[in-house]
């Protein structure tokens, strides 16, 4: 079946870190992948998305590259903010949505 | 646009009452799903429902259920509240179907007592 690994969490980092989460995942069809991210009190927004093997989703200086030799969609921003203080989640997409666990991150000044 | 608006934002009951949520997608989105987020089972999907019809369902008893009325507004309904049906409960619409780009609204969150 279809399932979603992500790194425990949680992560904290100081501010202009680099970020690195883990995702990998087990599908037997050819999904889309997703990152999500939810704020305190909020509901899941999207961050970013790749629909095909070698895409690459990128927004707000995130990226994420689909990796199906690997298996793996990896979350990286090169300097993070306080900002970014979050819970990140990866999904996939086959005929409906399979999400990680959540990996939360905070940033401090 | 108008985001996904989901009522009430909190709610508290006893064991074995029942609940009723509602979700109102965004305009134009025919689909949309169920999940409950729990700290130790993350999201888990619980349904979709696609032009009024129950499309998937997950691994949840039947005293989970909804509906979908023919403006897209669902509902969803859990009957004689367990303790561990506290959870946020969030609501996302999509264009397509539930494998399309997700939009979430804000989340339900239950509390049993």
């Known amino acids: 079946g279809n399932s979603v690994t992500q790194m425990e969490g949680p992560v904290t980092l100081s501010e202009e870190a680099f970020l690195t989460i883990n995702c990998t995942y087990t599908?037997?069809?050819?999904?889309?992948l997703f990152w999500y991210v939810q704020y305190p009190g909020e509901g899941l927004q999207l961050l970013l998305k790749?629909?095909?093997?070698?895409d690459k989703g990128s927004n707000k200086g995130f990226e994420a590259t689909y990796r199906k030799e690997t298996t793996s969609f990896h979350l990286e921003k090169g300097s993070v903010q306080v900002s970014d203080s979050a819970v990140y989640f990866c999904?996939?997409?086959?005929?409906?949505?399979?999400f990680g666990t959540g990996t939360s991150l905070t940033v401090i000044p | 646009k108008a985001g996904v608006t989901q009522t009430p934002r909190y709610l508290i009951k006893t064991r074995g009452q029942q609940v009723t949520l509602s979700c109102s997608p965004i305009s134009g989105h025919r689909s949309v799903s169920w999940y409950q987020q729990t700290p130790g089972q993350g999201l888990q999907f619980l349904f979709e429902?696609?032009?009024?019809?129950?499309?998937n369902k997950g691994n949840f008893p039947g005293r989970f259920s909804g509906r979908q009325f023919s403006n897209s507004r669902s509902e969803m309904n859990v009957s004689t509240l367990e303790l561990g049906d506290s959870a946020l409960y969030l609501c996302a619409s999509s264009q397509g179907g539930a494998k399309n780009i997700q939009y979430f609204g804000a989340g339900t969150r239950l509390s049993v007592l």
């Open positions: 429902y696609f032009s009024e019809t129950q499309r």
């Open positions: 599908a037997t069809g050819y999904p889309s």
């Open positions: 790749a629909t095909k093997a070698d």
């Open positions: 999904a996939l997409s086959d005929n409906q949505f399979y």
